[in-house]
T-cell receptor, first 113, second 116 residues
Framework: DTGVSQNPRHKITKRGQNVTFRCDPI?????LYWYRQTLGQGPEFLTY????????KSRLLSDRFSAERPKGSFSTLEIQRTEQGDSAMYLC???????????FGPGTRLTVL | AQKVTQAQTEISVVEKEDVTLDCVYE???????LFWYKQPPSGELVFLIR??????QNEISGRYSWNFQKSTSSFNFTITASQVVDSAVYFC?????????????FGGGTRLMVKP
């Protein structure tokens, strides 16, 4: 049983650079979520997809953030012109249907210098 | 708006002690789901339990047990005979059924340290 996978696991970048993260959900999970977790805090919702459609975005998702899920399979989260405040753990989760359990990947830890 | 509060930011116990992690939630919805996740140092959130608002039965799974009380909006988690491997950050989370996205609202987490 393959769980949710995320790549890379760690990313260090300089302020102003663009970064892209990838999430591969559990096979046949039609919902995919992105969360952000800063040090010492609980995860906060960023956005979610049902199949390939992005249905909701949090106000935390500034214009520098964009997410895609082409063909309803893997998803990418891109941050343009990174800022030090973007340093966080970015977590991806997937779920079957609308009222089930979200299963999380290992996360991508981003450090912006 | 929904909210989850975990008042205990850090708990330290000695192995074999019992420990209870508190979770208090707020929601306007009558149908909702409550969760507990474990986050070990590796960072991955590990699902522990899911409860819907209509099921107030307490649940036991091995050394873990959960006490859901709607009257006090609490969903507490007890580890019996704690072990060093239980050391992690534990998160309580809420999802409201009226919200089509079913996104999770997390508490701030409780860091549990179990010392040998």
């Amino acid at each position: 049983d393959t769980g949710v996978s995320q790549n890379p696991r760690h990313k260090i970048t300089k302020r102003g650079q663009n970064v892209t993260f990838r999430c591969d959900p559990i096979s046949e999970h039609n919902r995919l979520y992105w969360y952000r977790q800063t040090l010492g805090q609980g995860p906060e919702f960023l956005t979610y997809f049902q199949n390939e459609a992005q249905l909701e975005k949090s106000r935390l998702l500034s214009d520098r953030f964009s997410a895609e899920r082409p063909k309803g399979s893997f998803s990418t989260l891109e941050i343009q012109r990174t800022e030090q405040g973007d340093s966080a753990m970015y977590l991806c989760a997937s779920m079957v249907g609308g009222r089930d359990t979200q299963y999380f990947g290992p996360g991508t830890r981003l450090t912006v210098l | 708006a929904q909210k989850v509060t975990q008042a205990q930011t850090e708990i330290s116990v000695v192995e074999k002690e019992d420990v209870t992690l508190d979770c208090v939630y707020e929601t306007r919805d009558t149908t909702y789901y409550l969760f507990w996740y474990k986050q070990p140092p590796s960072g991955e959130l590990v699902f522990l339990i899911r409860r819907n608002s209509f099921d107030e039965q307490n649940e036991i799974s091995g050394r873990y047990s959960w006490n859901f009380q709607k009257s006090t909006s609490s969903f507490n988690f007890t580890i019996t005979a704690s072990q060093v491997v239980d050391s992690a950050v534990y998160f309580c989370a809420l999802s409201e059924a009226y919200n089509a996205g079913n996104m999770l609202t997390f508490g701030g987490g409780t860091r549990l340290m179990v010392k040998p």
